[in-house]
């Protein structure tokens, strides 16, 4: 039934950024919480039959990480500018295809192994979500700084995007510490070398680059958030698939 939900998400989502081409911004943000409602009912369905959170395989995660970039946009404080608003709203209908799109046997819900079914799981997991939501908002100020002349506005954009990387980088580093004691708790090691784990370090390291540049600039901020971005994805799926491990989805 959660695929139900999930197209009119799909479609709301498509109304809300039409109206926001039209510059009807009331409008637009009465239809983005409308789809934020009907995501969120996808997902409550999803975890009713599965009988477990909803983030366990990738059509799931997929579901969670549009969703929460759509609560990012009306939960945060610091408004979003209109340009970056349009993208994410996209971003987020893309990922919603995708994720209905996927074959049917990789929606499948399964129970959880034992060693899954854990306290640490409902901190590790989000934690990276969390992290992968505020690297894709600042990847795409990134993009648009890199488009944009010096001007308030880009100043402005620069800030968000400092925030942004600060959030990513302390929730990223929460998974990973998290994913230690988990691990840790159910194979008696905190680290093991696996894939995923690995290319989780990697991208601790490339996003650390951020905070030490000898003369940070504009461009060179947003080619590490770009680059750390791409790492980020190998993890999130390329590592599932490519990569055998303790964390494959395949």
Known sequence: MEPTFLVIALV???????LYLMNRDR?????LKTAILAH???????????QHPPFTNMYETFILLSFL???????????????????????????????????QSMKIPKPLMPALNSFWMYI????YFFGYMAMLVAAVYAVLLLLKKDNDLSKSMLKSMDNEVKIAFFFLTIGMITGGVWA?????????WD????????????????????????????????FALLTIGFTYWGVSF?????????
């Open 12 to 18: 709301m989502y498509g109304i809300c950024l039409g």
């Open 27 to 31: 409008w637009a943000g009465i239809a």
């Open 40 to 50: 969120l009912g996808g997902l409550t369905v999803r975890s009713i039959i599965a």
């Open 69 to 103: 970039i759509s609560l990012r946009m009306i939960l945060w404080k610091e408004p979003l500018i209109d340009q970056c608003r349009k993208i994410l709203i996209g971003s987020i209908m893309v990922i919603i295809t995708i994720a209905l799109l996927l074959p």
């Open 124 to 127: 590790h997991v989000p934690s």
């Open 184 to 192: 840790y708790v159910s194979w008696g090691n905190y680290w093991a």
């Open 195 to 226: 894939p995923k784990e690995t290319w989780a370090l990697i991208n601790i390291i490339v996003l650390s680059f951020y905070f030490h540049l000898n003369m940070p600039t504009k461009q060179k901020k947003a080619v590490i958030i770009l």
């Open 242 to 250: 490519i990569l055998s491990g303790l964390h494959s989805y395949a």
